[in-house]
């Protein structure tokens, strides 16, 4: 059984550290670029994964004897670190020239020698291969060895070829880092952890060179420090750089939402004022007893009309629209009033009668006026194009909630199923026909509006055959427990049709 010294499990958690902190931020710069939250440079996230290349090679060194690799193969990884080794300077050197924006005609020289570096190292690994002569390194164990070179067998050891490269290597590395230090220093506000991260990779590199080449014991322990601090820094600028991209983004979308929502109030404000102007003069023709049937027949069409745009609107502002920045504190009442003055003809024109009931203290809940407006606009429409006879609309409190109903004696058909607003083919219904029959799209639309607003909305049928829909909403009351009467309610409120509270038991017939 092979024994391990306790200095070599040093280098190895090292390795494996920093192989998966490249290989982490390798991942998280190829989604950004892939999101193109960021322009990454070309070269980063190939040194990032050619650095990770190392350090596993570099493991698989020191790990060789515990998988039982021979001599030839602990020399074949270790040629193969040699061989990454040049790829990973040459992709650094491009990624700091990228990251400073320096023209790749001034570090050409570094460059050059790296990849003559590669091609060496390729060049003499085939002869070595194919003839067995050992050149980059010695085959034998030198005359000093380090606790790694032991751990290995002293399968290898520098000689005079690793001791020339070492220095060219040496000499390169610190010329490479004066030149990308003093560009740093040209900055108006130089890059602190860059200047650390360049110089610490450039003092790890020589260090650990130098260690093997002298086979000191603390040979192999360096090396991962390199790269580590300029791979940090390098993903946090990017990921700075992701957050001001999605936040352009989200300025972006939230100027073409507000745009939109300005469109979307001029339309409303073009199309609602020919429409009122027809909804008075079909009543002056109802009024003065010309084609009674021919006006009821237009009303019907008109409201169908304002009813079916009222809804589009409500679909982009569920898109669109934040409900938070719409809440207010507003009472259910003058919605119920509302509704049932808008139908009032209607209803005569249907020959139904509309019954109105609520309780005297207000009902207040927290949602968007225009929202709830249109959630309950919806049902009393629904209610009284389809009712044989009645409709009834009614508020009141019930628990912590307050509570809207509306029921009608009309056939129930499909009426009572809530079908997906995100399905085609309901959102299809506002382009086709006239006076939905089953108006299933206005109760998916009322549904979604209230379920926005933290509510419910459920249709059921009662025990008389009575189609019964009912939203529910969170009861609002100040911190003494009594319901909020703040002069911001009764400012909304007087937006809306006001008449005397009723008591609970009082309704208010249309006939």
Known sequence: MLTTHPFIYLPICLYLICMGLHLQQGFVTLLLRRGELVKAPSAQAFFVFASAALCGSLVCVIFSPQLGASADQIRAFFFLSWLIAPVVGYLYVCTLAEHLEIERRRIRWITGFYLIDFTFTAVVGVITRLTGTPILFAHSTGATQSLIDIHLGGVFSPNLVTIIKVLLISALVLASAVFFLREILKKKSPDRFLIVGVSLTAVSIILELTSYTLQWSMAFSLLPLANVIEVIRL???????????IEKSRQKVAAVRDQMGIHLASLAHDVRTPLSSLKLGVSRLHSREIDRALASDLRVELEYLDVVFSNVLALYELELSDRKSLSRDIDVRHFIDGCSERFVQLARDQSVVLVVSDEEDPLMVNCSPSALEQAVTNLVYSAVVHAHENVAISGYVDGQD?????QDDGPIANRSALPNLSD????????NGRATPDWGLGLAISEAIIRTHGGS???????????????????????GGEVSTTAETHALGALYIDRPNLDLESEECVD
């Open 235 to 245: 993903t946090h600028l990017q990921t700075i750089e992701a957050g001001r991209s």
């Open 402 to 406: 307050i509570v809207i109903k509306v």
């Open 424 to 431: 085609r083919s309901f959102r299809a219904e506002l382009e």
């Open 457 to 479: 909305l459920k249709a059921s049928v009662d025990g008389d055959g009575l189609l019964s829909v009912v939203i529910r909403l969170e009861r609002i009351v100040n911190p």
